[in-house]
């Protein structure tokens, strides 16, 4: 039996489906991300618009809530992030900002660089396109059930790295997995549901504190 999306070719699919994917209203991706000296997993609800809503893993680092409205974010660290020291994305809180903010939404100034990297996750077109690139040669490697459905598998390698696409959807092809692996590390991105209702909320404003006033 023809595998799917079978009328094309390694290359040609792998660009159909970043580009017919990024173009989805909503969608729900689940992810475990691990390098040398970190690990991210995750499951977050994103609009196209940006917005986003969902929960990170960071293992013994703690876990942190976040949410991104009409370009404003918002965190929610658990107390176990609160007393990390700030490292790989992480802020670091001082003891009477820990404490001010233990249950509640902080609230991230736009111009606040390294409070909004963690946002990158919220932008799903630039996720997709972290492993994609053109110039590499991209080859179909048969089929592969996620979830019950057949899925086309497409490799590419590449210095020591791995990408690898599962691609599946009808008429039109969309990404279910994305599989990264190299010498920084080794992660997936998992697309487990598109056109999700997604109408997220700012938190109340008697939930949110804005640090940057206190500073």
Known sequence: MPGPHHEFSGP????????DSVNDPSFIVAMDMRSKSNQTRGRITISGSGDCEGRLFRGRDGTMEILRKDGQAYLRPDETMLRTPGKDGIP???QAEAALVKGKWIKV???DKEGNAVFDLCDFKKLIHEGYDPDLRYERAGTFKIRGTRTARVTAKDSGSQVTYY???NPSPRLWRLELSGPEGTGYLAVTDYYVPFF???PPAGQV???SKQR
């Not at 040609?12 to 580009?19: D, N, T």
């Open 109 to 111: 100034p736009k111009a």
């Open 200 to 202: 997220p909320q700012e």
């Open 209 to 211: 504190v804005d640090l």
């Open 167 to 169: 691609i599946a959807g």
């Open 12 to 19: 040609a699919l792998v660009e159909r489906a970043v580009e």
């Open 92 to 94: 670091a809180y001082s």
